[in-house]
T-cell receptor
Framework: DGGITQSPKYLFRKEGQNVTLSCEQN?????MYWYRQDPGQGLRLIYY???????QKGDIAEGYSVSREKKESFPLTVTSAQKNPTAFYLC??????????????FGSGTRLTVV | GQQLNQSPQSMFIQEGEDVSMNCTSS?????WLWYKQDPGEGPVLLIA?????ELTSNGRLTAQFGITRKDSFLNISASIPSDVGIYFC??????????FGAGTRLTVKP
């Protein structure tokens, strides 16, 4: 079955370390997105990519980096510059950047905890 | 960017009761969506609304696209324990941009 796979489900990181969250989709979607979720707040867009080898900053890109070398993959690196990285991270994809909203699909998330 | 205000933040109800929640925006939206999120999982789409005044149902769930295009409502009738979770509204003010509310956390007591 097609879908989005995020890994790992839980991730612990020491302060000062970079960490990479994986997001893979086999839906043949062009667009992919990374969101951050904190308690009591809506999903906030970190980065998005409309096509391979291209990506754009979202609302809270500082301290994060991404790459889009393959259509299926959109990894997110949380760098040591991110001051408050503990959060739940969600990856999403859609067939085209402005496509049908019903085709907007979320992964099951990665919970990152800085210790 | 445009902010979505979702209320209430949380609800504690008895099984069998009806639930209402709403979402408002400072800007006009072209599309309104309602998602449900279970703990530790990604959101799952419940209902999508495309026209002002539109009223759409999905089982015990009913959602409406406000006439002003700046708000939306979700109602759950005859709640059951599996309705527990966080309900998010989302809107698309223009192509390629989605905005999310902070969520309503629903607890259903058997």
């Amino acid at each position: 079955d097609g879908g989005i796979t995020q890994s790992p489900k839980y991730l612990f990181r020491k302060e000062g370390q970079n960490v990479t969250l994986s997001c893979e989709q086999n839906l043949n979607h062009d667009a992919m997105y990374w969101y951050r979720q904190d308690p009591g707040q809506g999903l906030r867009l970190i980065y998005y990519s409309q096509i391979v080898n291209d990506f754009q900053k979202g609302d809270i890109a500082e301290g994060y980096s991404v790459s889009r070398e393959k259509k299926e993959s959109f990894p997110l690196t949380v760098t040591s510059a991110q001051k408050n990285p503990t959060a739940f991270y969600l990856c999403a994809s859609s067939p085209t950047p402005g496509g049908r909203v019903t085709d907007y699909t979320f992964g099951s998330g990665t919970r990152l905890t800085v210790v | 960017g445009q902010q979505l205000n979702q209320s209430p933040q949380s609800m504690f109800i008895q099984e069998g009761e009806d639930v209402s929640m709403n979402c408002t925006s400072s800007s006009i939206f072209n599309t309104w969506l309602w998602y449900k999120q279970d703990p530790g999982e990604g959101p799952v789409l419940l209902i999508a609304l495309y026209k002002a005044g539109e009223l759409t149902s999905n089982g015990r769930l009913t959602a409406q696209f406000g006439i002003t295009r700046k708000d939306s409502f979700l109602n759950i009738s005859a709640s059951i324990p599996s309705d527990v979770g966080i309900y998010f509204c989302a809107g698309r003010p223009r192509e390629r941009d989605m905005r999310f509310g902070a969520g309503t956390r629903l607890t259903v007591k058997p």
